[in-house]
């Protein structure tokens, strides 16, 4: 099916920090691995499953749209050097997938591509209500139970 080129656009703009937070995602579970930080390993592990999964929806709608998905143009990612660091640079990554996401649903009302806008309206759901507030969540632990408590109990 012949797809609209500004649609297609908008998703390889998606597509690109898709793939930076699935970067990103991926070397702070290891990091935090390497630390023996088990828990947050495991949840990283899952995010990072969750922005490959929102990667390849996106890849599939491009090829169904009949556009070329770009694989090679990545947003840039910030690797964090402490746990709260690396929290807040994942939080700010969701943020601007969120922006990015809301920019793209209107772009899809406007040009009547509602197939795409729902694909895109799941995604912001699982940013918004489970990404984000979870890392929101973590950082609120740090401060009420303090760091060193914190990173004990992820252990």
Same mark, same amino acid.
């Given at each position: !099916?012949?797809?609209?080129?500004?649609?297609?656009?908008?998703?390889?703009?998606?597509?690109?920090?898709?793939?930076?937070? !699935?970067?990103? *995602?991926?070397?702070?579970?290891? !990091?935090?691995?390497?630390?023996?930080?088990?828990?947050? *390993?495991?949840?990283?592990?899952?995010?990072?499953?969750?922005?490959?999964? +929102?990667?390849?929806?996106?890849?599939?709608?491009?090829?169904?749209?009949?556009?070329?998905?770009?694989?090679?143009?990545?947003?840039?990612?910030? $690797?964090?050097?402490? $746990?709260?660091? !690396?929290?807040?640079?994942?939080?700010?990554?969701?943020?601007?997938?969120? +922006?990015?996401?809301?920019?793209?649903?209107?772009?899809?009302?406007?040009?009547?591509?509602?197939?795409?806008?729902?694909?895109?309206?799941?995604?912001?759901?699982?940013?918004?209500?489970?990404?984000?507030?979870?890392?929101?969540?973590?950082?609120?632990?740090?401060?009420?139970?303090?760091?060193?408590?914190?990173?004990?109990?992820?252990?």
């Amino acid at each position: !099916m012949k797809g609209n080129q500004k649609i297609i656009d908008a998703l390889n703009k998606l597509l690109a920090g898709e793939l930076a937070a !699935m970067d990103q *995602y991926f070397i702070h579970s290891e !990091m935090y691995a390497d630390w023996g930080l088990s828990k947050l *390993y495991e949840r990283i592990a899952h995010e990072f499953d969750d922005e490959k999964a +929102h990667a390849k929806q996106m890849i599939e709608r491009i090829l169904f749209l009949e556009g070329t998905p770009d694989l090679v143009t990545r947003d840039p990612i910030q $690797v964090g050097k402490t $746990v709260p660091e !690396m929290l807040q640079n994942d939080l700010d990554t969701e943020y601007r997938v969120a +922006h990015n996401l809301k920019e793209v649903i209107a772009l899809c009302e406007q040009e009547q591509d509602y197939q795409t806008r729902e694909m895109l309206r799941q995604q912001l759901e699982d940013t918004e209500e489970d990404h984000a507030y979870w890392l929101e969540k973590q950082l609120g632990l740090i401060n009420r139970l303090g760091l060193q408590n914190y990173q004990q109990s992820q252990m």
